[in-house]
C-alpha cells in the first residue's frame, strides 16, 4: 500500500510539475493563427529546478528538473524548440521511477507547431504526440498516444479557438501582461495531449517574495492552476513567477492526493530581460 501511495503521489506530482511549471501567464485567444508576439525569452536560456516532496512528515528531495529553449528549424522555416527533462534521484527511486522528457516546437509568433512527451511512470511509459495544422479559420489536431507494447491510439481533433500543449503553453504565455489584473483573476485554458483536450483554469492570487534554491529572493506573481474534477474547478498548484518581463517560475507548491510537493529554481541563464524583480 505505502508503494502504491508513492507511485500515485510520484505521478501526479510530475504532471502538476509539467503542467504548472509550463502554464504561466496563459490567455485563451480566438486567432486562426493563434500568434503572439514573443517578449519574454530568446534562443539559448537555461532554466534549472530542486524538486521535494513530503514523505511521513519530512521534506525529502526528489530530484531535478531543467529547461533549455534555442531557435531552431521545423519542417524548413525558422522556429523555437524546447526541452524539458525532470529526473527523480536514487532515493525517490526505490519507490518511483520519475523519469520524463518533453519536446515542442512553435512558430517565432508563438503558434504551436508540434508536441512529445515521453514518460516513463514505475514500470509504465507512454509516448504523446500532438501536430498543428492551422486551416479552415482554426486549428486541426492530429493526437497520438503510444504505449509499451508498440500500440498507439490516433484522433483528430478541430477547433475554432486556440489550443496549447503543456510545453507551448509556456513559450507562448509568458509573453502575456498580467498588468490590470485583480485578485480572483480567472484565465480559461485548453491543454491537448496524446488522448484529450482538457479544461483548466489560472487563478490570479497577487505579490510576495519568494527565495529560491540560489539564495536569492525575488519579487513574484502567484497564481493558482485549478483542474476540473468532479464538475468542479480544483487547486492543484500555487506558483510564483518572476515578477518582471521574463516570467520565469521561481517556486511551485503542489497540492497531491497523498502529501504536498515543491520546486524551486537553482539556477537561470540566456534570459532575454534583466532581472528586475530580486529583493535584497
Not at 479559420?137 to 477547433?159: C, E, H, P
Not at 485578485?183 to 495531449?193: F, S
Given at each position: 500500500m505505502k508503494t502504491n501511495r508513492s507511485n500515485i503521489m510520484m505521478k501526479r506530482m510530475r504532471?502538476?510539475?509539467v503542467a504548472l511549471f509550463l502554464c504561466v501567464f496563459s490567455t485563451h485567444t480566438a486567432s486562426a493563427q493563434c500568434t503572439f508576439k514573443n517578449t519574454a525569452f530568446?534562443?539559448?536560456?537555461?532554466?534549472?529546478?530542486?524538486?521535494?516532496?513530503?514523505?511521513?512528515?519530512?521534506?525529502?528531495?526528489?530530484?531535478?528538473?531543467?529547461?533549455?529553449?534555442?531557435?531552431?528549424?521545423?519542417?524548413?522555416k525558422d522556429a523555437f524548440r524546447a526541452s524539458l527533462t525532470t529526473r527523480g534521484n536514487d532515493k525517490v527511486d526505490e519507490m518511483f521511477v520519475l523519469r520524463d522528457t518533453l519536446l515542442c516546437y512553435s512558430t517565432l509568433d508563438m503558434a504551436p507547431l508540434y508536441f512529445?512527451?515521453?514518460?516513463?511512470?514505475g514500470s509504465r511509459y507512454t509516448v504523446d504526440e500532438v501536430w498543428y495544422n492551422y486551416k479552415n479559420?482554426?486549428?486541426?489536431?492530429?493526437?497520438?498516444?503510444?504505449?509499451?507494447?508498440?500500440?498507439?491510439?490516433?484522433?483528430?481533433?478541430?477547433?475554432e479557438d486556440c489550443v496549447y500543449d503543456m510545453l507551448n503553453i509556456f513559450?507562448?504565455?509568458?509573453?502575456?501582461?498580467?498588468?490590470g489584473w485583480q485578485?480572483?483573476?480567472?484565465?480559461?485554458?485548453?491543454?491537448?495531449?496524446g488522448n484529450s483536450i482538457d479544461p483548466a483554469q489560472l487563478r490570479y492570487r497577487g505579490k510576495s517574495t519568494v527565495k529560491a534554491d540560489n539564495n536569492k529572493k525575488y519579487r513574484c506573481l502567484e497564481l493558482s492552476y485549478m483542474e476540473k474534477e468532479d464538475g468542479k474547478y480544483k487547486e492543484i498548484v500555487r506558483f510564483y513567477v518572476t515578477d518582471d518581463d521574463n516570467h520565469i517560475p521561481i517556486r511551485l507548491d503542489m497540492f497531491l492526493r497523498f502529501g504536498s510537493?515543491?520546486?524551486?529554481?537553482?539556477?537561470m541563464r540566456g534570459n532575454r530581460n534583466p532581472v528586475n524583480c530580486l529583493v535584497k
Open positions: 504532471n502538476t510539475i530568446k534562443g539559448g536560456e537555461f532554466l534549472s529546478y530542486n524538486l521535494y516532496y513530503n514523505w511521513k512528515f519530512v521534506w525529502v528531495k526528489a530530484g531535478t528538473a531543467s529547461m533549455y529553449t534555442v531557435q531552431s528549424h521545423y519542417k524548413g512529445r512527451k515521453g514518460a516513463r511512470e479559420g482554426g486549428v486541426a489536431l492530429t493526437q497520438r498516444r503510444m504505449y509499451k507494447d508498440g500500440t498507439s491510439k490516433t484522433i483528430n481533433n478541430f477547433r513559450l507562448r504565455a509568458r509573453s502575456f501582461n498580467p498588468e485578485k480572483g483573476h480567472v484565465v480559461n485554458i485548453p491543454i491537448a495531449d510537493a515543491k520546486a524551486f529554481l537553482t539556477n
